[in-house]
């Protein structure tokens, strides 16, 4: 069956440590990923997103992801986190040719001072 | 430059009313999408929009009606309200398929 998957529901981290945040998906031919991030009461802000060509890709807020076909995964990083980070995290997916999002269940990140 | 403005913020409904939420860009994209979101589920496709005049079905339609008839304006229609509808519900626009959207900030709907 096609799905995204985030492995982890919620991960906590330090200030100023480094973070890998996990996506795979499973698709029979690679599709466009993205990944978003969500504030509480918030909606949905696009940090990056991989077409096609260099596999590691930068975004905003210092964030960057990097694409492996052979593994069929697309994590986010980030060498330093801010208390601001705080937030959930999505990975989505969407097929060539075709219009819409198919998100992951979502990455909680705590940020502990 | 509004972006996506979804209206109202929150919304109490009684089990079996009926309702629209409203979704409006200023931005000239053709795509729009509505999204709900419930925990540990993620983000689910309702309905869909390439155009004016064109609309589709995501994977959980079923309760909910959309229409298109300006570039501008996306409604979700709740007709008959249920408790399984409580969630918070995203639209979205995008100039192109590929480009990513641009989410508004949700409306919290309760059913009771």
């Known amino acids: 069956a096609q799905s995204v998957t985030q492995p982890d529901i919620h991960i906590t981290v330090s200030e100023g440590a480094s973070l890998e945040l996990r996506c795979n998906y499973s698709?029979?031919?690679?599709?466009?990923l993205f990944w978003y991030v969500q504030s509480p009461g918030q909606g949905l802000q696009l940090l990056l997103k991989?077409?096609?060509?260099?596999?590691l890709v930068q975004g905003i807020k210092g964030f960057e992801a990097e694409f492996k076909r052979s593994q069929s995964s697309f994590n986010l990083r980030k060498p330093s986190v801010h208390w601001s980070d705080a937030a959930e995290y999505f990975c989505?997916?969407?097929?060539?040719?075709?219009?819409?999002?198919?998100f992951g269940t979502g990455t909680r990140l705590t940020v502990i001072p | 430059n509004a972006g996506v403005t979804q209206t109202p913020k929150f919304q109490v409904l009684k089990t079996g009313q009926s309702m629209t939420l409203q979704c409006a860009q200023d931005?000239?994209?053709?795509?729009m999408s509505w999204y709900r979101q419930d925990p540990g589920m993620g983000l689910r496709l309702i309905h869909y929009s390439v155009g004016a005049g064109i609309t589709d079905q995501g994977e959980v339609p079923n309760g909910y009606n959309v229409s298109r008839s300006t570039t501008e304006d996306f409604p979700l229609r709740l007709l008959s309200a249920a408790p399984s509808q409580t969630s918070v519900y995203f639209c979205?626009?995008?100039?192109?398929?590929?480009?990513?959207?641009?989410f508004g900030s949700g409306t919290r709907l309760t059913v009771v």
């Open positions: 989505a997916v969407m097929l060539t040719g075709a219009n819409n999002l198919f």
């Open positions: 991989y077409f096609s060509g260099d596999t």
């Open positions: 931005m000239n994209h053709e795509y």
């Open positions: 979205a626009s995008s100039y192109s398929a590929g480009n990513g959207y641009t």
């Open positions: 698709y029979g031919a690679t599709p466009y």
